[in-house]
C-alpha cells in the first residue's frame, strides 16, 4: 500500500484568501486525485491531477477557484483561491497505482473559512 | 451516468452483526471497494471485491456481491464499539471513483 501525506491537517482561514495544501505520496503513483467532502456529505471529485500538464476537472470546478500542480509522480497541490464560508470542507488526496487498483487516501485537510 | 446509493444510516448492539448494503449502475466495475472513516479522520480502505466474485471475507467482514441486481453488501461480525464510523461503498476503474453518500453506523453497548 501507499502512504499519503496531506499538509496541513487543519486550517482557518479568512474569506477571500487563498490556501495551498501539499500532497505527498511515498512511492510513484500513476494517477492522483483531489476530493472534497463537504458537512455531512459524500466525496465529490474536484480533478484530476496530471504530471506536467493541467488537470482535468470535474464538472462545477474550474481552475481559476482551484489550481492543482503536479510536479511529478509523487507530489500535488491544490490550492483553494478566495475563498468563502462555503468552500469549508475536507479536501482529500488520493492517489492509484493504476485503472482497477485501490485508491489511498491522506488523512484529509480540514478547512474551516471564517 | 454512474451512481452509488446506500442507506444513511444504521444502528446495532455491541456483538451482533452489521450489514450495510449499496447498490451500483456501472456493471462494467472490476473493483468494487469499501472505506471506512472515523470522526475527524481520512478514508480507509476496508475491503474490496474483484467483479467475478461473489464472495470474499477478511475476518470478521464479508462482502457480498449480486452482479445480476448490482447490489453490495458488508457484514461486520461481532460489532464492536471501535466499528463505529461512516462506511462508504465505492466503484470506478478508469480512474475516479465513484462513492456513495456513505452509511452511519452506530454502535450501542
Known amino acids: 500500500s501507499a502512504v499519503i501525506s496531506q499538509k496541513p491537517s487543519r486550517d482557518i482561514c479568512q474569506r477571500g484568501t487563498s490556501l495551498t495544501i501539499q500532497c505527498q505520496v511515498d512511492s510513484q503513483v500513476t494517477m492522483m486525485f483531489w476530493y472534497r467532502q463537504q458537512p455531512g456529505q459524500s466525496l465529490t471529485l474536484i480533478a484530476t491531477?496530471?504530471?506536467?500538464?493541467?488537470?482535468t476537472y470535474e464538472s462545477g470546478f474550474v481552475i481559476d477557484k482551484f489550481p492543482i500542480s503536479r510536479p511529478n509522480l509523487t507530489f500535488s497541490t491544490l490550492t483553494v483561491s478566495n475563498m468563502s464560508p462555503e468552500d469549508s470542507s475536507i479536501y482529500l488526496c488520493?492517489?492509484?497505482w493504476g485503472r482497477g487498483t485501490e485508491a489511498f487516501f491522506g488523512q484529509g485537510t480540514r478547512l474551516t473559512v471564517v | 451516468g454512474e451512481d452509488v446509493e446506500q442507506s444513511l444510516f444504521l444502528s446495532v448492539r455491541e456483538g451482533d452483526s452489521s450489514v450495510i448494503n449499496c447498490t451500483y449502475t456501472?456493471?462494467?466495475?472490476?473493483?468494487l471497494y469499501w472505506y471506512k472513516q472515523e470522526p475527524g479522520a481520512g478514508l480507509q480502505l476496508l475491503t474490496y471485491?474483484?467483479?467475478?466474485?461473489d464472495m470474499k471475507q477478511d475476518q470478521r467482514l464479508t462482502v457480498l456481491l449480486n452482479k445480476k441486481d448490482k447490489h453490495l453488501s458488508l457484514r461486520i461480525a461481532d460489532t464492536q464499539t471501535g466499528d463505529s464510523a461512516i462506511y462508504f461503498c465505492?466503484?470506478?476503474?478508469?480512474?475516479?471513483?465513484?462513492f456513495g453518500q456513505g452509511t452511519t453506523l452506530q454502535v450501542k453497548p
Open positions: 465505492a466503484e470506478g476503474d478508469t480512474g475516479k471513483l465513484i
Open positions: 471485491i474483484f467483479s467475478n466474485m
Open positions: 456501472d456493471s462494467s466495475s472490476t473493483y
Open positions: 488520493s492517489g492509484r
Open positions: 491531477a496530471n504530471q506536467g500538464s493541467e488537470a
